[in-house]
């Protein structure tokens, strides 16, 4: 799953694991809300999640929040442009968060991601 809030981002996301892992199913989420539902209402079981931290509405760490509320935990990569010390910090303090990777996806940083498709993250 990805929850980012640019679908250009959420398209070269979708495109870069459809085209290097065959039969990986890429659900994307420009709203954070609509994303946090659709894993409430279980209409979506991620695997991992590729969150961003700055977006309007919900932040990723307002969503982080959220899933805690609910006692819902994923493996979470913190996908973002963020430069700030403090969303780095904050993401090597967070249970959940096992990664932070800059943006934009590539090729070359889907081996970093491979355990998480794999189940090998929790």
């Known amino acids: 799953m990805v929850v980012n809030d640019d679908q250009i981002q959420n398209l070269i996301c ?3 694991f459809t085209m290097n892992i065959p039969d990986t199913e890429v659900i994307d989420f ?3 809300a609509e994303a946090f539902n659709a894993i409430v209402e279980q209409k979506a079981a991620p695997r991992f999640i590729l969150l961003d931290v700055n977006m309007p509405g919900m932040s990723g760490w307002d969503f982080i929040e959220r ?3 609910k ?3 994923f493996p979470i ?3 973002t442009a963020s430069v ?3 969303d780095r910090e904050k993401a090597a303090a967070a249970k959940m968060v096992k990664m932070f990777l800059d943006k934009p996806m590539t090729k070359e940083k889907l081996p970093l ?3 998480f498709l794999n189940g090998q993250q929790h």
Do not use: T
């Open 113 to 115: 991601l491979i355990p």
């Open 30 to 32: 420009v709203d954070a």
């Open 77 to 79: 990569v913190m996908f």
């Open 67 to 69: 899933l805690k509320e």
């Open 14 to 16: 979708r495109k870069v």
């Open 71 to 73: 006692g819902l935990e």
């Open 84 to 86: 700030d010390e403090e």
